[in-house]
Structures are given as structure tokens and as C-alpha cells.
């Protein structure tokens, strides 16, 4: 059984990243864990006075979330009934990330999927500011899906790997569960430098060649082209339906974010990024 965490603040991104899952997930045992993350800021004194006296301050707060949040779960279970699907509702009053991690522990969940717009700054338009600190903070693979990008069955999936990135087993099984569940081809892209072969990256296709004997895979190079803008470009002329990368947290931004702003945005726009963890 996956256990699979949705957060939600009930906006149309969000809610399309939920039916994204429905879809991706169809027929495995699944439990969701849908996940609304209460900020008190959003509440105003007026707000707090007009609720009944004999009412908590934390009800008060969670109230009228927890409703819209037993709302959607009964429209899902009602949408989904033929599923191997369970749900699970949870309203946290908490700093966003505090509050993922710690149902990642608790619930022990194996992948995030959450929308990716919404963002302020320049830098995090590609993802969303929530979805941006969640890939910064949380050690859990994250399924980023783009604005209104409805769900078809991934049939190529893009594995990428920056000039410093070296092949690892570890942390790798999301990627692997899509290529089993789906019966999708892989295609492997390397940027580098320049067009010299070194022996770190001749025994990384080795590696590679071998992990992925079982699955349909050719391997790709692009030579002197920031990160982003490589896959922007390979996803455009290759038509794949589905980007998975290695991210380490503290160099994620320095990693990803190479090449023009446009670059940044139109990729961001695209297709759904599984993003993984060494």
C-alpha cells in the first residue's frame, strides 16, 4: 500500500494536483492522506470575536477549514468508490513545513503530490512557494504538477542528471514504480561541459545501463547548456510526458534555476517533475 500526502488550501492548483493523483494512481491500494495547513494569519480579530464564546480560539481557526476539508474528502470517496482508495483528513495549525514533515513521519508517506503555482518571488515561479519549501526542506519525493495540466498516462519519462550529478540507486524506487506501473520508456539525459568522456561518467552509464536492463531506456547528452533550459529543450523535442530529477536541498536553487528567466518559466509550465532525494 502507497501512502500518498496531499496538501490542499482549497485553491484550483491544488485541487487539480488531487485529481492528478486520483488518476495517476488508479487501480493500487492507496491511502491519501488530504492535508490542510491552517495559517493564522489568514484570520482577522473580527473573525475571532464573532465566534461563539463557549468556542476555542484553535476551533475558531480550524473550523470553517475542516468543513471544506470533510467536504472534498466526501466528494472523493463518492468519485472514487470503485478505487482501492482510503482516505484521511488532516487540519494542522502550523508553519507549512512543520507541518508536512511531520505527517511525512507520522503517516510514513512515501510521495507528495502538490500544484505549482501561487508563487511570489521571481526564482520560485517555477514551482510555487509552498511546493518550492517543501522540495527545499522535506526529505520526501515530491510530484510537482503544473497549473491546469490534466492527468494521461506518462509513456516517456525523462531521467536528467546535472554535470555534477553521478548515478545512485538510493531514493531511486519512485522513479522506478512509474516506469513498472505505467509501462513507460525512459530516456536518460546527462549535462555536461563538454563532449570528453571521463571514467566517473563512463562507469555512471554502466551503472545505469545495468539498474534499467529490465525497462526500455536510451541514454542522451547535451553539452554547455544550463540545466533548466536542457531539459526544457530534450522535453520539447522528445515529447515526454514526465521529468524526474535528484535534487540535494541546499543546492537546489543553483542546481535547477540555470539559464534565462523564460526558460525557468515556459519549463516550469510544462509537464509534472518528480523530484528525489539522495
Do not use: W
Not at 104 to 114: A, F, Q, S
Not at 148 to 174: C, M, Q, S, W
Not at 183 to 203: G, M
Not at 246 to 271: D, H, W
Amino acid at each position: 500500500m502507497k501512502n500518498i500526502l496531499l496538501p490542499t488550501d482549497f485553491s484550483k492548483n491544488s485541487l487539480n494536483a488531487i485529481d492528478y493523483a486520483m488518476d495517476f494512481f488508479k487501480k493500487e491500494l492507496c491511502t491519501f492522506y488530504i492535508l490542510h495547513v491552517q495559517k493564522a494569519s489568514h484570520y482577522t480579530t473580527d473573525d475571532l470575536m464573532s465566534a461563539p464564546t463557549n468556542t476555542s480560539l484553535y476551533h475558531s481557526i480550524t473550523n470553517e477549514s475542516k468543513t471544506k476539508l470533510n467536504q472534498l474528502v466526501d466528494d472523493l470517496e463518492i468519485k472514487y468508490s470503485n478505487e482501492n482508495y482510503a482516505f484521511e483528513k488532516i487540519t494542522d495549525y502550523d508553519i507549512f513545513t512543520d507541518a508536512i514533515r511531520q505527517a511525512v513521519v507520522t503517516k510514513e508517506i512515501d510521495l507528495i503530490v502538490m500544484g505549482t503555482n501561487g508563487a511570489t518571488g521571481a526564482a520560485e515561479v517555477v514551482f510555487g512557494s509552498n511546493t518550492l519549501k517543501v522540495i527545499r526542506k522535506i526529505d520526501c519525493p515530491v510530484l510537482a504538477i503544473p497549473n491546469n495540466i490534466k492527468f494521461r498516462v506518462p509513456k516517456t519519462v525523462l531521467y536528467a542528471l546535472n554535470i555534477d550529478d553521478h548515478f545512485t540507486t538510493e531514493g531511486i524506487d519512485p522513479l522506478t514504480d512509474i516506469l513498472s506501473k505505467h509501462n513507460a520508456s525512459l530516456r536518460i539525459l546527462k549535462t555536461k561541459e563538454d563532449e570528453l568522456v571521463t571514467v566517473a561518467e563512463f562507469d555512471d552509464k554502466k551503472n545505469l545501463e545495468s539498474f534499467f536492463k529490465d525497462y526500455n531506456h536510451t541514454f542522451h547528452t547535451i553539452s554547455n547548456i544550463p540545466f533548466a533550459l536542457a531539459i526544457h529543450s530534450f522535453v520539447q523535442v522528445m515529447e515526454v510526458d514526465l521529468t524526474a530529477i535528484f535534487v540535494k536541498r541546499e543546492t537546489f536553487l543553483e542546481r535547477f534555476f540555470k539559464g534565462s528567466e523564460t526558460s525557468k518559466i515556459s519549463y516550469g509550465t510544462q509537464i509534472p517533475l518528480l523530484i528525489m532525494h539522495y
